[in-house]
């Protein structure tokens, strides 16, 4: 899509997109549980459980990184504000469906892997709370090497 098309998509659009972006908030009732078993069984039925290793489920995870990387591609910073508020409301239903591809290959590899994926997000989180303690951190995108440096 071209900038000018992409312009004319946004003009097209009412003002509600406008809203505080902090609003938001995810539907609480799909569970990443829910989602492995529907890819579970979206696989099963098509019998690509053959198909689906560990190997070819990353890469195909990867390519759809790319997919949603080219959303953004050649966009300027004052497009891309938090909310995406100058997004046409098109465009904003493309990336969630890349970024669906994206979380859906990523549980998919997880199962295939035998990861329990919420536990290790929830596990990750505690240790990134560890590593930037918001006494050191809060306000710099340093990395946590340089508050440990800064410790010692
Ligand atoms: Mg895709």
């Known amino acids: 899509m071209t900038p000018e098309e992409r312009k004319r998509r946004r003009d097209d659009d009412d003002d509600d997109k406008k809203e505080d972006p902090r609003a938001f908030a995810f539907d609480a009732s799909v569970s990443l549980e829910s989602l492995r ?14 198909f689906h ?14 997919e949603l990387s ?8 004052d497009e891309c504000s938090v909310g995406l508020p100058q997004w046409s409301e098109h465009d ?12 859906l290959y990523l549980v998919r590899l997880a199962d295939q892997c035998s990861v329990d994926l919420p536990t290790a997000a929830r596990r990750k ?14 306000g710099s995108a340093a990395k946590y090497t340089e508050y440990q440096t800064k410790n010692e």
Do not use: I, S
């Open 53 to 66: 290793t560990p190997r070819n489920v990353l890469l195909a995870m990867v390519g759809e990184v790319g």
């Open 37 to 50: 078993l529907a890819q579970a069984d979206f696989a099963t039925a098509r019998d690509w459980d053959q």
């Open 92 to 103: 904003k239903t493309h990336l969630g469906e890349e970024m669906a591809d994206v979380l």
């Open 70 to 77: 080219e959303l953004f591609q050649w966009r300027g910073d």
């Open 125 to 138: 989180l505690e240790k990134n709370k560890q590593k930037y303690p918001p006494e050191l951190c809060k």
